[in-house]
């Protein structure tokens, strides 16, 4: 399914940056001021984009949005979240309409090689291995927290024997979880049961319920399910395994290079810290937007 719909006012104005009138002063008609450099940076962004996808005026994003606070769908089926608000806006720093594919993650990846989409927003870890299939401009410092019911015994550097809900194709559920069950076996244990979901909602939902005794996701979506839950879940254990978030694009591509250029702008001019404020997750800011910055 593909949705198409007006870009929201954060976005808006930053396609302002890119059409509108610019005086003498660097401040844009209208009111908006912005520094000479960062009116350059957004020019850059634009001049690295292929022809046709300027010429269409679009940019094709594909997400799973089951994923929230990151992504997720409102009541209209839209996706909406913080990382649907970043990607927009460096939709709109290349002066693109951005026009949403939702897909399953693990369907993402193949549309972005294939040619069909040109960018990848579903809070994607860069690790190693995902970088021999596409490229990811790096924007978050992300790591992963458990959650569990209150007073829960749990500690998930031993969970041996435990039922740990997880969502399908993320980094814990193909190399986390594996490498710890496969340890408890090595050591004479019992392996971790993992219970796979499409979406995170589930995931929540079956350690609500007792069907897991607990679950493992990244920090910003393990930390608004707590929260949300009121109290019927806790995080258990430290954050580990910090990783980079990354848009996804083609390997080897001129949209990987523009994506960084237009994030790189929209960190110089503070729409990235203030998205970031808004969802709470500003400690894993970055100050330069990189390109395959995992190294595991």
């Known amino acids: 399914m593909k949705i198409r719909y007006a870009l929201p006012a954060l976005a808006a104005a930053a396609v302002l940056t890119l059409t509108g009138c610019v005086n003498d002063d660097g401040a844009a008609e209208g009111g908006g001021e912005e ?4 009116i350059e940076a957004d020019q850059a962004a634009v001049d690295l984009l292929p022809a046709e996808i ?19 769908k409102d009541a209209d089926g839209k996706p909406v979240g913080w990382g649907v608000d970043l990607a927009e806006a460096v939709s ?6 951005p026009e949403w594919e939702i897909l399953g993650f693990d369907a993402i990846i193949p549309r972005i090689q294939e040619g069909a989409l040109n960018m990848g927003s579903s809070s994607f870890t860069d690790t190693v291995e995902r970088q021999k299939s596409v490229d990811f401009v790096n924007f978050l410092n992300a790591g992963t927290q458990w959650a569990a019911a209150p007073g829960a015994d749990i500690d998930p550097a031993d969970a041996c024997g435990l039922t740990v809900a997880v969502q399908a194709t993320t980094v814990q559920d193909t190399e986390e979880l594996p490498a710890k069950s496969a340890a408890c076996e090595e050591a004479g244990k019992d392996p971790i049961e993992v219970l796979r979901f499409d979406g995170q909602p589930e995931v929540t939902q079956a350690v609500v319920d007792g069907r897991a005794d607990a679950f493992s996701a990244d ?5 608004d399910a707590v929260a949300k839950l009121d109290g019927k879940l806790e995080v258990v ?3 580990f395994d910090a990783a980079p978030y990354g848009f996804a694009t083609q390997k080897d591509s001129d949209v990987t290079l523009a994506v960084q250029a237009a994030l790189q702008s ?4 503070g729409t ?4 970031l404020e808004g969802a709470g997750i500003e400690s ?11 190294t595991e």
Request: glycine share 12%; hydrophobic share 45%; charged share 20%.
């Open 35 to 38: 520094t000479a450099a960062a």
């Open 54 to 72: 300027a010429d269409a005026g679009v940019l094709t994003i594909g997400t799973d949005a089951e994923y929230p606070p990151n992504e997720y």
């Open 92 to 97: 709109a720093k290349l002066g693109l309409e």
């Open 219 to 223: 920090l910003p979506v393990t930390g």
């Open 237 to 239: 254990g430290d954050v």
């Open 266 to 269: 929209l960190i110089d001019d």
């Open 272 to 275: 990235y810290l203030e998205i």
């Open 284 to 294: 894993g800011a970055v100050t330069e937007a990189t390109i395959n910055a995992g």
